[in-house]
C-alpha cells in the first residue's frame, strides 16, 4: 500500500470525521479567480445586458462552484474517492450546463460539432478516472487544476453543442453520453480491488476500506450520473414532440 504522506492533493490533506466541517478552502488564487469570474459573469457590462434567465444560470454555476471548491466539500474529497466522484459529477452535469445556458448569446457565432465535443468530453472523463492520472493530479496543484478545468470546458463544449444541433442528434450523444458514464461507472463498481491509491489510507478512521468507497462512487457514477443524461435527453425529446404537435395544429386545415 503506498504511503499516505505521499497524498497531499490541493484540498489538503485527508481530513477525519472530528475536523472535515472546519476544513473551508480559503486559497488566494482560487478567490481571485471567483471574483474575477464573478465580475466577469455577473457584473459585466455584458453579463447585464443577458437576459434574467441567463444571469441566474450564469449565478448558479458560480455558486455550485463556491461550493465545490470553498466548502468543506472539498477537504472531503481528499478522503473519498466516491466525494470526488460527486465533485466531478457535480461539473459536467449541473456547473457545465448552467455555464452553456448562460452564455449562449455570448457565442452565438461559436458552433461546436456535436460528435467532436462528445468524443472530446468521453475521452477526457475517462482518462482522469484511470488510476494513473488520477493519482498524479492528486499529487500535484497544476494537473490538479489541469484535470478540473478539461472537465468543464470539455463538459460546457459538449453542452453547447448539445444546444446548438437538432433534436435527434442531440438526444443521440446524451443517450451516447449516458451509456459511457454507466460503462464506467459499472467498470469502477465492479472492479475486484480498491484502484485508486490517494485514498488506500485516507478513510481508515471512517471505517470505511477504500473497496467499498470505490464501489459507492461507481455506484454514483452508474445511476445517478447515467440517469441525469438520460433525464436531460427525455426533456429534449419531451420539447421537441410538444413543437412538433404545436406545429402540426398550426398548419391544419380548419
Request: proline share 7%; glycine share 6%; hydrophobic share 55%.
Amino acid at each position: 500500500m503506498d504511503d499516505p504522506v505521499r497524498w497531499v492533493p490541493y484540498c489538503g490533506e485527508a481530513p477525519g470525521p472530528e475536523a472535515w466541517l472546519s476544513r473551508w478552502n480559503f486559497d488566494p488564487v482560487l478567490g481571485a479567480f471567483l471574483l474575477l469570474a464573478a465580475v466577469a459573469l455577473l457584473h459585466s457590462p455584458a453579463a447585464r445586458a443577458l437576459p434574467p434567465v441567463r444571469r441566474r444560470s450564469l449565478g448558479g454555476a458560480w455558486a455550485l462552484t463556491v461550493l465545490l471548491y470553498v466548502s468543506p466539500l472539498c477537504a472531503l474529497s481528499s478522503t473519498f474517492f466516491t466525494v470526488r466522484v460527486v465533485h466531478h459529477i457535480a461539473l459536467v452535469l449541473l456547473v457545465a450546463p448552467l455555464l452553456a445556458h448562460g452564455m449562449a448569446p455570448w457565442l452565438r457565432g461559436a458552433r461546436v460539432p456535436l460528435w467532436t465535443a462528445t468524443a472530446a468530453a468521453t475521452v477526457v472523463f475517462w482518462v482522469w478516472h484511470a488510476p494513473a492520472p488520477y493519482a498524479a493530479a492528486l499529487s500535484s496543484d497544476a494537473l490538479y487544476a489541469v484535470m478540473q478545468l478539461t472537465l468543464l470546458i470539455s463538459a460546457v463544449a459538449f453542452w453547447l453543442g448539445v444546444r446548438q444541433s437538432q433534436p435527434t442528434a442531440a438526444m443521440g450523444a446524451i443517450l451516447a453520453t449516458t451509456v459511457q458514464m454507466g460503462l464506467l461507472g459499472a467498470l469502477i463498481m465492479f472492479a475486484a480491488r480498491a484502484l485508486y491509491a490517494p485514498h488506500f489510507a485516507s478513510m481508515l478512521s471512517w471505517g470505511i476500506s477504500p473497496l467499498e468507497d470505490q464501489q459507492l462512487a461507481g455506484l454514483l457514477m452508474w445511476a445517478p450520473g447515467s440517469m441525469a443524461y438520460l433525464v436531460a435527453a427525455m426533456c429534449i425529446g419531451w420539447r421537441w414532440l410538444r413543437s412538433e404537435r404545436a406545429d402540426a395544429l398550426r398548419t391544419r386545415p380548419a
